[in-house]
């Protein structure tokens, strides 16, 4: 019944999914995220990739993978939650969830027909949520870590790499341009006014490693930690290192 359904709202020109891809600089990372991006078994999904202020050759490369599936957006000016915030606004009408992902970060061919098991439970009234994720560089420790990180999303409730929002819900909320780290908590903070986190347990979803091997895992750790308990004002005024 439910596929369907799909194959209805496919040729119907119904969107499921929107799927927003932030991109600045990061030429050696784009083009595996839209290939995965580009096939995905799914017939009721768009890709929308925003690139603003690259220096290098992201622009041109997303250009290159533009379809009917995928659109391709520039803007000039710089800021991760003001690109999520421009894709939004350019996702279908009859779209009915967004997912904001990194451009570092790999879905696996079913990830989005697990996706809609996941979401179609009896009795849920989801809002946000979050997914499992797996080192795409992978290593003993890379993999504890990891395994860490997906505890504490879960038990507080936040997210890394992806975020999974209520399409009909960014009438009212928006990622708080003026954060440049942890504007996705407190984006997840503000949805869960509207109804309940998730975190779906999943082996589907892949992210680099890069930040982690550059800052250190124990040292960003730290410093996402901090970031959580100071005042929004503070919150405010931290910057956070464009890693490439």
Same mark, same amino acid.
């Given at each position: ?6 194959? $209805?709202?496919?040729?119907?020109? &119904? ?7 932030? &991109?600045?600089? /990061? ?17 009721? #999904? =768009? ?25 391709? #957006? ?69 993999? +504890?870590?990891?395994?860490? #990180?997906?505890?504490?999303? +879960? ?13 009909? +819900?960014?009438? $009212? ?12 908590? $407190? ?8 109804? =309940? ?31 959580? +308990? ?9 910057? #956070? /290192?464009?890693?490439?």
């Amino acid at each position: 019944m439910r596929s369907a359904r799909l194959q $209805k709202d496919a040729i119907a020109g &119904a969107c499921k999914y929107s799927i927003v891809v932030p &991109a600045h600089n /990061e030429e050696r990372y784009l083009p595996e995220t839209l290939r995965h991006l580009a096939a995905l078994d799914h017939p009721a #999904y =768009e890709v929308i990739v925003v690139e603003n202020g690259s220096t290098d050759a992201t622009l041109r490369i997303a250009r290159g993978f533009a379809s009917r599936r995928i659109r391709v #957006y520039s803007l000039r000016s710089r800021g991760v939650s003001r690109a999520r915030n421009f894709g939004a606004s350019k996702a279908s009408k009859t779209s009915e969830w967004m997912l904001f992902l990194d451009a570092d970060t790999l879905l696996a061919r079913g990830f989005l027909r697990e996706l809609d098991r996941f979401l179609s439970r009896e009795g849920a009234s989801y809002s946000i949520g979050t997914t499992r994720m797996l080192p795409i560089e992978r290593s003993v420790r890379s993999l +504890l870590w990891f395994r860490v #990180y997906d505890l504490f999303h +879960l038990a507080f409730r936040c997210s890394c790499s992806l975020q999974i929002a209520r399409r009909d +819900l960014f009438d $009212k909320v928006r990622y708080d341009e003026r954060l440049e780290i942890l504007e996705d908590l $407190k984006l997840i903070r503000t949805l869960q006014g509207y109804g =309940e986190f998730f975190y779906m347990p999943t082996r589907s979803v892949s992210t680099s490693t890069r930040r982690f091997a550059k800052t250190g895992y124990v040292r960003l750790t730290l410093q996402w930690t901090l970031a959580a +308990l100071v005042p929004y004002a503070k919150r405010k005024k931290m910057r #956070y /290192e464009i890693l490439r």
